[in-house]
């Protein structure tokens, strides 16, 4: 088991002839994922590594049969309306790489993406991984080198941070815990999917034993978490690594993702590091801390 | 200035080929290829070592005939 | 992005909202012509990006435009929170008989704009929330469908305004509604927005940010409004060594590379992504490194633009050696990211094995990458050496 992605998701690639689009379609295949089909404007007929390139989500869905999910991969100004069209072909999974979006366009994608029923991770993220099965973006880079970092396992990973996944899942995989899906949901203020939203996932996929998250200073998204966890009982323990701690001494200064930024005392790594401890989840100062800190966890759930 | 990193060696019958020369202008993702007015091959030197290794290049064009160089080898 | 407070009354004023005499004077000469201008008492309030200027002395009052030219002397100096004084903005002082609050902005939580309403303007909001509750209404509104004036109403009228007051204020709120929708903003609040004797309203403060990604698509009114592309508004102004670095990330689209905050250490930092960047700078300063820059190189920018990026960082005075540093790279590429440092180097007339301290970058292309910096000599690692330990590296050879 696993959460939103396994060996059977299919997916099609929005703005698939770009460059970036290009690299992870080859990637997404190499690592065994199923890319059924890709899409930008103007270019139908061509294939890209043999993914035939349409016009319109529509043309995929029509050739291909139902289609789980969408990577959108198109410049800022072209992405709320790509996300629309995927959402209105019943497109189901829906992950946003593309950063630089307005929050507004974001909050538009999220409300429509809701009455429909879709599911969007990010923007601004490089997707998820569920290992040996279904790799969906950019997340691990080439397929070698996504096999290096990712493992399957007991581990669920949340991150803000797209790269920090990967650090993430590397320094397990190398301790001997795999992970059973791993998912970068953006870095932005505004997102599709929050870790408060993808704990109910996790929660019921047998094979998750604990969670490793990243976190940043910003935003409430912790606080929510924490909130979640002691709300649900959640059977999960959490060990959560934060990033960003010289920020606590330059409120008002933009550093990293669109979403961090210290705009008041709840913003700050101190604040977010005394609720998340209080609603028992561990916090590790140093990455390689992570794999002892679930073990240890691990151990006393037993 | 040649590239550090990224040399391209293109033969002669295929640099000759104005057909050959627009479609390696076409393919190359980081403009390394380039038509003089005469529609012959160009290389574009400053743009040599933003090379990606993406093969594509090699891939357009007959077996052999161009080649990557990796200087750092 | 933050607005001074005359720009946000100058897009305020554009949407008919109503607002006192008013003008922007940048010498004691000028404030007294205003004043004049206006006749009678006025206002002198000093235009910085910082809330607080009551307390700071940076607001006063004056009868007449003489007292108006010597208030503006005093203010000028006066910094607010850090924050220099741009300009003086000079008003007509109003009677007013209640003041009131509103402000949009978003919610991250519910992923949607949120109304914030009071009927106790004039002071600290989340002090009226926590004392007087019944007094601070909080409404959600859509940001996908049309919005229409019943919104604004209901979140006044939840306060336990009615009467005269509630139908004029609803146009005022509602119209804040639409300029918060209309240009991306993250903030668009007015406080106080003061009911005078008479029964008219009037804005009398207001706070404008817009979204730094918006800016793009709001060029017009930005040229409109005087704000160039050079102006950051963080909470202190760009310095040149930042200016420059915004120029080499916006000289090429391909990937981040050149976005710098100053710090004044001997390490300069050549660092990514979003989040690795603040984990390996937390890193630096764990083992006492003094960090020349904060950086972030990402989404798999052009061999140039990192060899841009080093050439700047190398440039500043006071950096002895750099650190290159990631966390194991998805989109961005070793070996790319190798060539430009490299070059950098080179071009800036080092020897990349001597001033390259640490080279941490796994991941994608790491095999070409590798083959790279050890032909150039340079000191590199890979994923078993963790990211604190690669900083820790970096540091120890600065002492």
Redesign the interface.
């Known amino acids: 088991m696993s959460i939103l992605v396994d060996k059977n998701t299919t997916f099609l690639v929005q703005g698939i002839t770009g460059?970036?689009a290009?690299?992870?379609t080859r990637e997404c295949l190499d690592y065994g994922s199923k890319v059924v089909g890709g899409v930008t404007p103007g270019r139908a007929g061509r294939d890209i590594y043999g993914v035939p390139v349409y016009d319109c989500v529509r043309d995929v869905v029509a050739k291909h049969g139902p289609v789980h999910g969408s990577i959108i991969s198109v410049p800022?100004?072209f992405v709320r309306d790509a996300a629309f069209e995927a959402i209105e072909n019943g497109i189901r999974l829906i992950v946003i790489v593309t950063?630089?979006?307005?929050?507004?366009e974001?909050?538009?994608m999220?409300?429509?993406a809701a009455l429909r029923g879709t599911r969007i991770i990010g923007p601004n993220c490089?997707g998820l991984i569920t290992p040996g099965e279904c790799k969906m973006g950019?997340?691990?880079?080439?397929a070698a080198?996504?096999r290096q970092?990712y493992s399957r396992g007991p581990i669920g990973i949340m991150?803000?941070?797209?790269?920090?996944t990967?650090?993430i899942a590397?320094?397990l995989t190398?301790a001997g815990l795999g992970q059973s899906t791993a998912v970068s949901i953006g870095?932005d203020?505004?997102i599709g999917t929050?870790y408060a939203e993808l704990m109910p996932l996790f929660e019921a996929d047998p094979e998750t034993k604990a969670i490793a998250i990243?976190s940043?200073?910003g935003?409430?998204?912790e606080a929510?978490l924490a909130e979640w966890v002691v709300a649900h009982r959640s059977r999960l323990p959490i060990v959560a690594?934060m990033?960003?701690?010289?920020?606590d001494e330059?409120?008002?200064?933009?550093?990293?993702?669109?979403?961090?930024i210290v705009e008041g005392k709840e913003d700050t790594t101190a604040a977010k590091i005394e609720r998340m401890e209080k609603a028992g989840i561990s916090v590790a100062e140093?990455?390689?801390q992570i794999p002892e800190l679930i073990r240890k966890r691990l151990a006393e759930a037993r | 200035m040649p590239g550090m990193f990224i040399d391209v060696q293109v033969d002669a019958t295929v640099a000759k080929d104005p057909a050959m020369a627009k479609k390696l202008a076409e393919v190359c993702?980081v403009n390394i290829y380039a038509q003089n007015e005469d529609g012959t091959l160009a290389i574009v030197e400053k743009n040599l070592d933003e090379c990606t290794l993406c093969d594509l290049c090699i891939n357009a064009s007959p077996p052999g005939t161009v080649r990557i160089v990796k200087l750092y080898e | 992005m933050r607005f001074y407070e005359y720009e946000s009354k100058a897009l305020f004023r554009r949407h008919g909202m109503p607002l006192g005499k008013s003008g922007l004077a940048k010498s004691a000469d000028e404030a007294k012509r205003v004043a004049a201008e206006i006749g009678g008492p006025v206002v002198l309030k000093s235009q910085v990006l910082s809330g607080g200027r009551m307390k700071a002395g940076a607001v006063k009052f004056a009868d007449a435009p003489d007292e108006a030219a010597r208030h503006y002397e005093t203010i000028v100096p006066i910094l607010v929170n850090g924050q220099k004084c741009r300009a003086v903005l000079v008003e007509e002082k109003t009677p007013v008989a209640q003041e009131y609050f509103a402000a949009i902005t978003?919610d991250?939580?519910r992923?949607?704009?949120v109304l914030v309403f009071s009927d106790m303007g004039g002071i600290d909001i989340e002090e009226v929330a926590e004392k007087h509750p019944e007094h601070v209404s909080k409404t959600h509104f859509?940001?996908?469908f049309p919005i229409t004036p019943r919104i604004a109403k209901e979140a006044i009228a939840a306060t336990g305004v009615t009467g005269d007051a509630l139908n004029r204020l609803t146009p005022i709120v509602f119209e804040l509604m639409r300029v918060f929708?209309a240009y991306?903003l993250?903030l668009a609040e007015i406080n106080p927005l003061a009911r005078l004797a008479d029964g008219r309203f009037v804005v009398l403060d207001g706070h404008i940010d817009m979204?730094?990604?918006?800016r793009g698509?709001h060029k017009k009114l930005l040229a409109d409004l005087g704000i160039g592309p050079e102006e950051t508004r963080?909470?202190?102004e760009a310095t040149p060594f930042e200016i420059k670095g915004a120029e080499v990330n916006a000289a090429d689209h391909?990937g981040v590379a050149g976005n710098v905050?100053e710090f004044d250490g001997n390490l300069g930092l050549v660092i990514?992504?979003?989040?690795?960047?603040?984990?390996l700078?937390?890193?630096v300063?764990k083992h006492g490194g003094k960090p020349a820059n904060?950086c972030?190189i990402?989404?798999?920018p052009s061999v140039s633009k990192a060899k841009e990026l080093t050439k700047l960082i190398l440039s500043k005075p006071g950096v002895e050696k750099i650190a290159v540093m990631?966390?194991?790279?998805?989109?961005?590429r070793v070996d790319i990211v190798a060539r430009g440092v490299i070059k950098g180097c080179i071009e800036a007339g080092k020897k990349p094995s001597d001033v390259i301290a640490i080279f941490r970058i796994?991941?994608?292309?790491?095999g070409e990458g590798f083959k790279i910096l050890a032909k150039y000599g340079v000191d590199y690692c890979d994923?078993?050496v963790?990211?604190?330990e690669a900083a820790g590296r970096a540091v120890a050879k600065m002492k």
Not at chain 1, 159 to 164: A, L, N, P
Not at chain 3, 272 to 279: K, P
Not at chain 3, 326 to 332: A, I, R
């Open positions: 460059r970036e290009v690299n992870l800022p100004g950063e630089n979006i307005p929050r507004q974001v909050a538009q999220v409300e429509l490089l950019g997340i691990g880079g080439p080198n996504t970092a991150s803000r941070s797209g790269g920090m990967t650090e590397s320094t190398a870095g203020a505004i929050t990243y940043e200073p935003g409430r998204m929510e690594f990033a960003g701690r010289f920020m330059m409120q008002g200064m933009r550093f990293g993702h669109a979403g961090t140093r990455i390689e | 993702p | 978003w991250g939580r992923k949607c704009p859509s940001s996908l929708l991306d993250t979204e730094a990604e918006a698509k963080q909470a202190r391909r905050v990514g992504a979003g989040g690795g960047s603040l984990t700078f937390d890193a300063r904060y972030e990402g989404g798999n990631m966390n194991v790279v998805s989109n961005t796994p991941g994608a292309w790491e994923r078993s963790s990211m604190y």
